[in-house]
């Protein structure tokens, strides 16, 4: 029986995605591993692996088709058994003029396999997700990752209600319903989109958006939308963890490891969350959503946009695996091959633009995270030190807080706390 | 002063008993309050003793066509008296099983009159007096009674409702029902196998207009074929009886009135639910129209006060007050601080629906043109009955068993069926609906050679245009 390849849901966020390029052709032969296709997400280039054996008889969609729905049909293989394997290599539409991909909902032979979708990426590994079979339909059609959502049926079982309160394809993190802003539908989804066609007379050149550049553009405004931040700025002394990293640096220099102000900072950032919780939270419609563990996204730039890696357990991480972690992270962020579960959740984010000289800024909460830490650049400043005016080593560091989750109050224990562990830096190698 | 029970229930119908039964079994001291007979209307006077009258006029039926299985049944007659005895026997054997299922659960029974008297009081008036019994918790499940007529009130003698017409003074010979739905067309589909010449009148364009358009076309032909008359679109203007027997005055489809003569009526145009004169205003209860209105769970606006079955909205059904009380007792539960329950609330378009005429009318869920108005594109199977061997086997090649589904989820909407035995088949398709089944699981599932049932596969696959043996 011929099987249906269908566009994969490679993240929850994921609707629809661009074929970026076919590794196979019609007639090769694929068995479950291979790479079948390279398709280029809202966040990255990800490769498609094939589930099922067979032989490709024909690509559905052709290489560069943007906007293919997730369960599309792109390409049919058939089992080793089936009469109609390797047809004529000539009827590959592979040159068609994108195909239209409509996103018929394919309701077709009950035996087509399940949208092949690559492992879901939240779901902890070996928890099998309970859920009725017309919950897995839906879901995989709207490209809603069942880990996100909690079921209200038996035994916690997913079933079709839990998905209607659970907006498609707005979900970014485990366990967290995204904060949908539900009295302002005037929150435009696609602010990207110019209602009118933009015309000046200035020179110019029109470039396309790339997916990640709309997805930035819609998750910001989102957040800028339909977030309460404030903010909360402290001045810290850097001195001391300069010393502390110029020493570990030459401690560890036998090992290779050259550890940035940056690693000590996310490690600074995670072991504050835990000393002031209430900040380590997210907003979560009905629930607060309470982390006992500090997940750090940061922001690393990128040809075409940005991107927030994750520091998983940056709280109880070294800092030195915090910096093999980060630039493995960055290496790979910035080759578009980071997986969803590697750049979509966290507990909270910092970005640093100190290396550019700025200041102090105040950036946007990247939700559902509940804040977001700003660096701004390390500067010598006439600094009071034991009541004598001196010359120190100051940056001036901004959290955002959404306000519907954490007080003022609150933020600003994280922001002492923050300041404090840069102030005095043993503890982060406790 | 400490309260005597944990939950008392007002009124052991279906509904009320059940809720006692489950609120004992999670450990509640539960009362119930029953005025006249444990088991309510369904065990005594509705749902059990009309089945038990329908299946005497079945195997009547069968043996007016013994012929047709080669078997040879000379001189048949019904004696009605003896029909109607026996269906009061299955009702009285039923009765006693719901009095032994109170003692076994150890709930009291208070019989006479409650009224709620507020903070949990209630006060029960029998034949031996009036007592006050008091509860945490109150369920009200006193069921409903016929509507009536202002023109026609039921005497007994020749205007009847459900109740006479079970327990009939004479055998009708021209009897006309007023209302089509399940109750009025159960007894027309009775007298009319008993013999009576019987016209049914139906205000809607359509007999049992609940039920899919389909079915309701497919009945309407089938019924008249039998010689019931059935007059849609049509309404009776007025009743004069007299010794020598009723004139109904009836407007038909095109507008103009004639008078009939007949000599009985059934009144069977829908019920009013028992909510006067049990305290519920002074309490403060929310109805509209007599109906109380309810969660999910069965809790009305006033803190302690619940209630389940046909004092809330429809389906009218004793499965689902039954249910109703299933979910209330574990809600009560709950709230007395049973961490162990998981209530879940009410899902009214998975309960099913049956009509015990010939042929059987079963459904659930929506019908096709109710999936259309919600905004559903849908896939529709239709298989007939005249594709299955089981059915040709049994001389029961009438009728269709159709599905509705999504066309984008494969989500199963709907199912509705008319033929030999739907009324057991039509639970396969709730259990998958309820289990939020889509078409795969259906098409997945083996069905067993010969069986009915092999239809409801078939029907899945026709949505599908996978029907195989049609």
New interface residues.
């Given amino acids: 029986m011929p099987i249906q390849i269908k566009m994969p849901a490679l993240s929850p966020t994921m609707e629809e995605g661009t074929l970026a390029k076919w590794l196979v052709k019609v007639g090769d032969k694929v068995s479950s591993g291979d790479i079948m296709a390279e398709i280029e997400t809202d966040k990255a280039t990800m490769e498609f692996e094939a589930v099922d054996e067979g032989v490709v008889v024909a690509i559905d969609v052709a290489e560069g088709t943007e906007g293919v729905k997730v369960g599309t049909v792109i390409a049919t293989i058939a089992g080793e058994d089936d009469d109609e394997a390797v047809p004529a290599a000539a009827a590959a539409p592979a040159a068609a003029p994108a195909p239209a991909p409509v996103a018929a ?1 394919v ?2 032979a ?1 035996a087509a396999v399940p949208a092949p979708v690559v492992a879901a990426p939240a779901a902890p590994a070996g928890d099998r997700i309970v859920a ?4 897995k ?2 879901a995989g ?1 709207k490209g809603i990752d069942l880990s996100t959502v909690a079921g209200s ?2 035994h916690g079982r997913i ?2 209600a839990d998905l209607d309160a659970a907006p498609a394809a707005a979900v970014a993190a485990p366990a967290v319903a995204a904060p949908v802003a539900a009295p302002a539908p005037a929150a435009a989804p696609a602010p990207a989109a110019a209602p009118a066609p933009f015309s000046t007379d200035i020179p110019h050149e029109a470039v396309k958006l790339s997916s990640m550049r709309k997805t930035i553009a819609r998750r910001l405004t989102e957040a800028k939308a339909t977030v309460p931040h404030y903010y909360l700025t402290v001045d810290i002394s850097l001195d001391k963890l300069l010393k502390l990293r110029a020493e570990l640096n030459s401690a560890l220099a036998g090992e290779g490891v050259k550890l940035s102000v940056n690693d000590l900072l996310i490690k600074a950032l995670g072991k504050a969350l835990m000393l002031a919780p209430d900040a380590n939270v997210s907003f979560a419609g009905d629930n607060l959503i309470r982390y006992s563990r500090a997940d750090i996204a940061v922001a690393v730039s990128i040809p075409g946009g940005l991107i927030t890696p994750i520091v998983t357990g940056a709280d109880v991480k070294s800092i030195s695996t915090i910096q093999k972690d980060m630039a493995d992270l960055a290496a790979r962020a910035k080759a578009g091959k980071l997986a969803p579960h590697e750049y979509q959740g966290g507990t909270a984010s910092l970005s640093n633009l100190g290396m550019f000289g700025i200041k102090q800024f105040e950036a946007v909460i990247n939700p559902p995270q509940g804040m977001i830490m700003a660096i701004g650049a390390g500067e010598k400043r006439p600094y009071v030190i034991d009541d004598a005016l001196g010359i120190a080593t100051v940056m001036s560091a901004t959290g955002s807080f959404d306000h519907r989750a954490i007080d003022g109050a609150e933020g600003a224990q994280l922001m002492q706390a923050f300041k404090t562990l840069i102030e005095a830096p043993l503890a982060l190698v406790a | 002063m400490a309260d005597q029970y944990d939950l008392i229930v007002l009124g052991s119908g279906p509904g009320g008993y059940v809720a006692a039964i489950r609120a004992a079994q999670l450990g509640l001291k539960v009362g119930i309050v029953e005025r006249e007979l444990l088991g309510g209307i369904c065990l005594n006077w509705g749902c059990i003793p009309t089945k038990a009258l329908l299946r005497s006029a079945e195997v009547f039926n069968q043996m007016k066509h013994a012929a047709a299985y080669g078997l040879a049944a000379d001189n048949i007659r019904a004696d009605i008296d003896a029909v109607v005895k026996r269906s009061r026997g299955v009702a009285k054997q039923l009765n006693q099983g719901v009095t032994h299922l109170m003692r076994k659960n150890k709930i009291t029974v208070h019989m006479g009159n409650g009224v709620l008297k507020g903070g949990g009081q209630i006060e029960v008036t029998g034949d031996k007096g009036t007592e006050t019994i008091s509860a945490k918790h109150v369920i009200v499940a006193t069921g409903a009674r016929a509507r009536d007529l202002p023109f026609a009130k039921a005497d007994g003698d020749r205007i009847w409702t459900y109740r006479h017409a079970m327990v009939p003074p004479a055998m009708p010979s021209k009897l006309l029902v007023i209302g089509s739905g399940a109750i009025g067309i159960e007894f027309a589909s009775f007298y009319n196998d008993m013999g009576a010449d019987v016209t049914v009148v139906e205000m809607m364009d359509r007999i049992v207009p609940v039920e899919d358009a389909d079915v309701s076309a497919f009945l309407e032909k089938s019924l008249t074929k039998q010689g019931i008359k059935i007059l849609t679109g049509a309404g009776v203007e007025s009743i004069t009886t007299s010794a020598a027997g009723v004139k109904a005055k009836i407007k038909g489809k095109d507008g103009s009135s004639a008078e009939h003569d007949f000599s009985h009526v059934i009144v069977a145009v829908g019920i009013v639910p028992n909510t006067e004169n049990i305290g519920l205003e002074a309490l403060g209860v929310a109805t509209e129209r007599g109906i109380i209105a309810i969660d999910g769970y069965g809790r009305t606006n006033v803190p302690g006060v619940w209630a389940i079955g046909d004092v809330t909205p429809g389906p009218w059904l004793a499965h689902k007050a039954s249910h109703e009380g299933v979910i209330a007792a574990e809600a009560i539960a709950q709230a007395l601080g049973n961490a162990e329950v998981h209530p879940h609330p009410m899902d009214r378009l998975n309960i099913p629906g049956c009509t015990y005429c010939h042929p059987q009318v079963a459904s659930v869920g929506l019908t096709e043109a109710k999936a259309k108005e919600a905004g559903h594109t849908v896939k529709v199977g239709n298989f007939p009955f005249i594709g299955n061997g089981k059915a040709i086997a049994l001389g029961e090649a009438e009728g269709f068993i159709k599905t509705v589904f999504d066309a984008e989820t494969g989500e199963l909407l709907g199912a509705h069926m008319i033929g030999a035995e739907v009324t057991e088949l039509i639970q396969g398709y709730v259990v998958g609906k309820t289990l939020e089944t889509t078409e795969a699981e259906l098409m997945h599932t083996v069905f067993a050679h010969p069986t009915l049932s092999e239809m409801m596969h078939e029907s899945v696959l026709a949505a599908y245009g996978r029907a195989l043996h049609i």
């Fill in positions: 909902p309701a077709a009950p009725s079979p017309l919950a339909r839906i059609e049926g038996p079933i079709k």
